[in-house]
């Protein structure tokens, strides 16, 4: 099975550590055997107007690839904007959170640009052979517009080879922390004030302020090699989000060990539902100062491995593979619905041709031919789109 995967999150070399959880599901995918080629649609670098010339890299795919799903990765106006596109075979669209939810906690313009973004969404999903959500709780964000049999709910997957349980002291050596003092990790998402940094360090000045030694470490820019040193040595991960989906540093810190201590956002109750020694507390730096004191009371590791293979990112790499199907033959069962003629696309704005950015990157993912996927990382074959002279 060919599957065109498109996405506005994915490392680069200006960005190492962004949509690492994207190139974690293409590598499952293509470990089991599906082929996948890879749209990066660089926002970040190239701006917002990049999704505008998404169409063209999307066609010449399709010419060179023929898919036989198209795999949006996120919503937004990336998502809107592929679903522009007539001739496409089905399409499967997955939904993180922000793109559902929104951004409550920016400015007046981003919020502006947040609520559009969700509107595209909508629009988009209402559109889509197959919606994939990485929580229960995002179902109700989409609306009454999408029957249930096209939904999937189906969180981002974790290599478990990768996060494993490492050395405390080792670890901590590694980095130089401090071994008598309670090491706290926080998930700092390039300083998203949805990740509440402030609710954060209240909690840990909290903490020493009764008596607890304690030193907040912030995983950010951290290259993803080097992630599973800092869980190791951390002795908690501190999740205090406004909003999340399914956060996949909640399943990194468990396969590797660590208890986790969180607000109550998105799927993390269920998380951690059997995790002995993680606890879920209030937004309030008392609470959360509190759970963390239990956790440096008990010093223990959790060890939940077992339960975390069914979200391992080969375990979702076949449920996804298992919704492809299911869309396919869906699809090929029912009347062929006829494309938008060009005048009733006039849900988003079109934009100047001389504002144009360069276009977009493509990569090529083929199987590892010396290993079933695992121990090695996939080689892309990279192809620039550049604009004709």
């Not at 949509?19 to 649609?41: C, D, N, P, S, Y």
């Not at 999704?51 to 919503?75: I, S």
């Not at 998502?79 to 499967?92: K, Y």
């Not at 041709?353 to 990382?377: I, Q, T």
Request: a positive charge; aromatic letters at 6%; hydrophobic letters at 40%.
């Amino acid at each position: 099975m060919r599957i065109l995967a498109i996405t506005n999150m994915y490392p680069s070399a200006v960005w190492p550590t962004s949509g690492v959880f994207v190139r974690q599901q293409i590598e499952g995918l293509t470990a089991i055997g599906l082929k996948v080629r890879v749209v990066f649609v660089d926002r970040l670098q190239k701006g917002p107007w990049v999704y505008y010339r998404l169409g063209q890299a999307v066609r010449r795919a399709m010419e060179e690839f023929a898919p036989g799903v198209v795999h949006v990765m996120y919503g937004g106006v990336m998502a809107a904007q592929v679903m522009r596109e007539p001739g496409l075979p089905p399409v499967v669209l997955t939904f993180h959170g922000s793109d559902l939810l929104g951004e409550n906690f920016s400015g007046l313009f981003r919020k502006v640009v947040s609520h559009y973004g969700v509107l595209c969404s909508r629009r988009a999903a209402r559109r889509a052979q197959g919606v994939v959500v990485v929580a229960r709780h995002l179902i109700r964000a989409l609306g009454n517009a999408i029957s249930p049999e096209r939904i999937q709910v189906i969180p981002n997957g974790v290599n478990l080879d990768h996060f494993k349980p490492l050395d405390h002291g080792v670890c901590q050596g590694r980095l130089g922390w401090e071994p008598g003092r309670f090491q706290v990790l926080f998930a700092d998402n390039n300083g998203n004030p949805a990740k509440r940094p402030g609710l954060a360090r209240a909690a840990v000045e909290s903490l020493e302020a009764n008596g607890t030694p304690a030193r907040l470490h912030f995983l950010s820019g951290v290259p993803y090699a080097e992630v599973p040193v800092w869980m190791g040595a951390s002795d908690a991960l501190l999740l205090t989000s406004s909003q999340e989906g399914s956060p996949t540093v909640v399943k990194e810190a468990l396969a590797c060990g660590v208890p986790v201590v969180s607000v109550d956002v998105g799927d993390v109750a269920g998380q951690l539902a059997a995790a002995q020694g993680c606890y879920l507390a209030k937004a309030e730096p008392g609470d959360l100062a509190l759970k963390l004191e239990r956790v440096f009371e008990h010093r223990q590791r959790v060890d939940c491995r077992a339960r975390l293979k069914e979200v391992c990112h080969i375990a979702v790499a076949h449920r996804l593979e298992d919704f492809y199907r299911e869309v396919l033959s869906a699809h090929q069962t029912s009347p062929l619905a006829l494309p938008p003629s060009l005048d009733q696309r006039q849900d988003l704005p079109k934009l100047a041709g001389a504002c144009l950015p360069e276009p977009f990157e493509e990569r090529h993912f083929r199987r590892h031919h010396d290993c079933p996927g695992l121990a090695h990382p996939l080689q892309p074959q990279a192809v620039v789109f550049r604009r004709p002279r």
